[in-house]
């Protein structure tokens, strides 16, 4: 079955230190990768989307993220967290060629500490 | 430019009453979906339209639910007789024509089901 988990429900971290928010995903085909972001009362603002070349990719706001086929993983990064960064964050996977319907992961929800 | 704009921000509602959701995609969009979002939830996908072409409705939850998109453009979920069960965050995305493209979301409609 295609799914999408991020294990982490709930982050905490102090503001300047590293970030890392897990996703992991099991999918028949050749995926294509998405984070979100959620501010509180907002829609989701894409951060950055993997569909092929370099497994690394560079995403706005300084996150990063990196596609490692062997591990079903695509795990998002960032070296310094801002308190602005407080949100909740949603890892999405589809499939290639087809807009249809993306698989959710349900979120971690990330807060920063001053 | 506008991004995708919904209406109501907020709706509050008796248990057994109608509303009517609407959504304003970005100009030049052809795909829109609906999405909703309940409390400590992923998203759950409800419905897609892509142009011209019969709608996705396969994430519907029952009869009471439906959606049209006028023109192409604007689009309206309706919920009948709406239960309690039904309170959450409506979202609405659209997307560029062409495969792959991310979606941009709206800022939601948070439902209230009294």
């Known amino acids: ?114 | 430019g506008a991004g995708v704009s919904q209406s109501p921000s907020n709706k509050v509602t008796e248990k057994g009453k109608d509303v009517e959701l609407r959504c304003d995609p970005i100009s030049g969009h052809t795909a829109l979906y609906w999405y909703r979002q309940s409390l400590g939830q992923g998203l759950e996908f409800l419905i897609y339209f892509q142009g011209n072409s019969a709608p996705d409705k396969s994430g519907l939850p029952s009869d009471r639910f439906s959606a049209e998109r006028t023109g192409g453009s604007v689009s309206t979920l309706t919920i009948q007789r709406t239960q309690q069960e039904d309170s959450a965050v409506y979202l609405c995305a659209s997307s560029s024509p062409g495969v792959n493209q991310p979606q941009h979301f709206g800022d939601g409609t948070r439902l209230s089901i009294l």
């Open chain 1, 1 to 114: 079955a295609q799914s999408v988990t991020q294990p982490d429900i709930h982050i905490t971290v102090s503001e300047g230190a590293s970030l890392e928010l897990r996703c992991n995903y099991s999918y028949g085909a050749t995926p294509y990768l998405f984070w979100y972001v959620q501010s509180p009362g907002q829609g989701l603002q894409l951060l950055l989307k993997y569909f092929s070349g370099d497994t690394l990719v560079q995403g706005i706001k300084g996150f990063e993220a990196e596609f490692k086929r062997s591990q079903s993983s695509f795990n998002l990064r960032k070296p310094s967290v801002h308190w602005s960064d407080a949100a909740e964050y949603f890892c999405a996977v589809g499939a290639r060629g087809n807009n249809r319907k993306l698989i959710w992961g349900l979120g971690t929800s990330l807060a920063v500490n001053p």
